[in-house]
């Protein structure tokens, strides 16, 4: 018998952590988060951070697990996440995997190999000074032509993540896209359910409107700037947050404070989108349309309880 393993995956602002607690809750789950902020401390208003008398006694694991100044990344998620569902199952419960970073999600789901992505720090270095010489715009076009699935999956912003995928390229000699789509045809090793909580377009536009708002009047530029207090700044994988690195460049003189929040209400709704567009590529999805429920969290809760039982994930007295 494969282990068990849910997946509420979904775009920002779509009501998913509130969800995976009443699903915790209703079948003895365990969170694990997949979102590559909330792993911070010190960042918990911008990354909509999950307070502890919300978790409602559930366990939650890679919240506030590192300091901002450390580096976050996919190898190291894998192997934190993998720990942790190890520690879940000892306990007897069932592991589930919370966030809207799709790749995090991917690399446990199907356990994606990395070992091939061995850095080379005379490579990285020759690709970041090309990036500094040249700008973003023109290492993605390097990409382009040498990886285009992976240029167009990647935004020309995400350096970090450009240069790794050159990096794989010279190391390798066939992109790393190639690599992910054979490792993702593996089978899982898990017994999954792979839920996708959205809703319609313009109301989660709305909805992320109204978030950064709320984050703004909760004291977002407050935390921002303890931050950068801190020695915190863009340069820092932390900091490229959203709704970090757009502050930034308003405390740092770069932008007066309403251009830096309509271009984090304008990156936000772009992140959403490329958020859908990731998970209707990703097979084995179970798509949880919230106005197909009217709207209704218990529904929606029951059809999963009902999903998991039909898929053997639960028993039927769960």
Not at 204 to 213: A, G, M, S, T
Not at 215 to 223: F, I, K, R, Y
Request: charged share 25%.
């Amino acid at each position: 018998m494969k282990p068990p393993l849910i997946i509420l995956a979904g775009p920002t602002a779509s009501g998913k952590t509130a969800l995976s607690v009443k699903l915790a809750k209703r079948i003895g789950g365990s969170v694990i988060s997949a979102d590559s902020m909330q792993v911070y401390r010190h960042m918990d208003i911008g990354s909509a951070k999950i307070r502890p008398k919300e978790m409602q006694g559930v366990p939650h694991y890679l919240i506030d697990e590192l300091n901002p100044d450390e580096e976050f990344n996919i190898v190291l998620f894998q192997k934190l996440a993998s720990k942790y569902m190890q520690e879940i199952y000892a306990a007897g419960r069932i592991p589930i995997l919370v966030g809207g970073t799709g790749f995090y999600i991917q690399s446990v789901l199907y356990g994606i190999d990395f070992s091939e992505e061995r850095a080379s720090g005379k490579i990285r270095e020759e690709l970041t000074a090309y990036a500094v010489r040249h700008g973003s715009e023109a290492l993605h076009r390097e990409l382009e032509k040498v990886d285009l699935p992976s240029a167009n999956a990647i935004h020309p912003n995400n350096i970090k993540r450009v240069i790794r995928a050159l990096e794989f390229y010279r190391q390798n000699g066939y992109p790393i896209s190639e690599h992910n789509q054979t490792e993702r045809q593996k089978p899982s090793p898990y017994a999954f359910a792979y839920f996708v909580l959205n809703e319609k377009r313009e109301l989660l536009y709305q909805k992320i409107e109204r978030r950064v708002d709320q984050m703004l009047a909760q004291g977002l530029l407050s935390e921002v700037e303890a931050l950068k207090n801190m020695g915190c700044h863009k340069g820092m994988v932390s900091m490229q947050g959203l709704g970090y690195k757009e502050l930034l460049s308003f405390l740092d003189g770069e932008r007066t404070l309403p251009e830096a929040v309509s271009v984090l209400k304008r990156d936000t709704r772009r992140f959403a989108k490329r958020q859908l567009t990731w998970f209707r590529r990703e097979r084995d999805v179970i798509w949880l349309d919230k106005q197909e429920f009217d709207y209704d969290t218990n529904a929606i809760l029951e059809r999963m309880v009902t999903i998991l039982k039909e898929k053997g994930i639960l028993h039927e007295s769960q």
